[in-house]
């Protein structure tokens, strides 16, 4: 079971946002990504592996972490950087967090 | 480039089945696993289970036992996702995406296809 929290974070534009995944002592930071999901899209990977930027993936993401605490952080809030996040492991077969919604306050 | 291209979405009535297909192209096929993730409306994502094309073999979350089938056309470069008995609660958005290459099952989901809404209602 992974666990995000926040549930909803209301930040504004340019601030610096910071996501919470925590699993069981079981999840690897080898297998430990985030996805980014905007309204009526298909989710979209940003990290691998707790800590590899996916292809294309700006810089201003940033993973990190070990069992059970991994983190998502967005250094400054871009406009189009307001959506969901999800976390996942795929260390043993393949689990979701709930997500976290990123609202402009 | 990779490309996972779903089939539309469907009006079923509760009790029917449903068969979504995800053509990929842009890669070989064969060597890689294909993973079917549900999202009900409003809700988080959901791994249903994954399909080796090569093999045709199959993992379903416990969840979907009984309910689920993955099968594959390799012929065709597409997969497909049925389930069965539908009522309410299967109404979701389904998308597949691909996984990791037939030597390492454990990865995240590069790619996705863009997903096939479901609708169960009489």
């Known amino acids: 079971v992974l666990t995000q929290s926040p549930g909803t974070l209301s930040l504004s534009p340019g601030e610096r946002a910071t996501l919470s995944c925590r699993g069981g002592q079981s999840v690897s930071s080898r297998h430990l990504a985030w996805y980014q999901q905007k309204p009526g899209q298909a989710p979209r990977l940003l990290i691998y592996?707790?800590?590899t930027r996916a292809t294309g993936i700006p810089d201003r993401f940033n993973g990190s972490g070990s069992a059970p605490d991994f983190t998502l952080t967005i250094s400054r809030l871009e406009p189009e950087d307001f959506a969901v996040y999800y976390c996942?492991?795929?260390?043993?077969?393949?689990?979701f967090g709930q997500g976290t919604k990123v609202e402009i306050k | 480039q990779v490309q996972l291209v779903q089939s539309g979405a469907e009006v079923k009535q509760p009790g029917a089945s449903v068969k979504v297909s995800c053509k990929a192209s842009g890669y070989t096929f064969s060597n890689y696993y294909m993973h079917w993730v549900r999202q009900a409306p409003g809700q988080g994502l959901e791994w249903m289970g994954w399909i080796n094309p090569n093999s045709g073999g199959t993992n379903y979350a416990q969840k979907f036992q009984g309910k689920v089938t993955m099968t594959r056309d390799t012929s065709i470069n597409t997969a497909y996702m049925e389930l069965n008995s539908l009522n309410s609660d299967d109404t979701a958005v389904y998308y597949c995406a691909r996984g990791g290459i037939y030597y390492d099952i454990l990865t995240a989901f590069h790619y996705w296809g863009q997903g096939t809404l479901v609708t169960v209602s009489s």
């Open positions: 996942q492991q795929y260390g043993r077969s393949w689990t």
């Open positions: 592996a707790t800590s």
